[in-house]
């Protein structure tokens, strides 16, 4: 599946609703990046971090940005976080995080999968990073394509 038809298969208002929704409880930030280009040999992780420095999602004040890095060609994604959230939370978690967007994306549940894996980081960034009264919004919220 290419970057598009995996597009027309989500309800990317529903996704973003989800990050709007999440990012009114916590100072974090959190976006979904979803790539036309194939992985070619490089694992999502590592792809995932590249567009994570370069979309500046490491110059929060916090340092506690999340990003949901989907690749539809190759059927992997990676879901990486800024080290302040790294440091609260740890490997499991990202594994974690990981299995519930692995379950519903093998069911073809793309909108489900991503809104789960928001609530589920927005849970942990609310708990340990939540919303202050002089919070703004520091990353942009819609879909990211490259």
């Not at 409880?25 to 590592?46: H, I, K």
């Not at 879901?79 to 994306?105: M, Y």
Request: hydrophobic content about 45%; some cysteine; glycine content about 8%.
């Amino acid at each position: 599946m290419n970057a598009a038809e995996f597009l027309n298969l989500i309800d990317e208002a529903a996704v973003l609703a989800a990050v709007r929704e999440v990012e009114q409880l916590t100072s974090g930030e959190v976006r979904v990046f979803v790539s036309r280009r194939r992985l070619r040999g490089r694992m999502a992780n590592e792809r995932a971090c590249a567009e994570f420095h370069r979309l500046d999602m490491d110059t929060t004040d916090d340092r506690n940005a999340v990003l949901f890095y989907v690749v539809p060609r190759d059927r992997a994604f990676a879901v990486i976080g800024d080290e302040a959230v790294h440091r609260k939370c740890g490997q499991r978690f990202w594994d974690e995080t990981a299995k519930i967007l692995e379950g519903e994306f093998a069911e073809g549940l793309f909108t489900a999968g991503l809104v789960a894996g928001i609530r589920r980081a927005g849970d942990l960034l609310a708990e340990h990073f939540p919303r202050r009264g002089d919070d703004h919004d520091e990353l942009p919220d819609g879909l990211v394509r490259d």
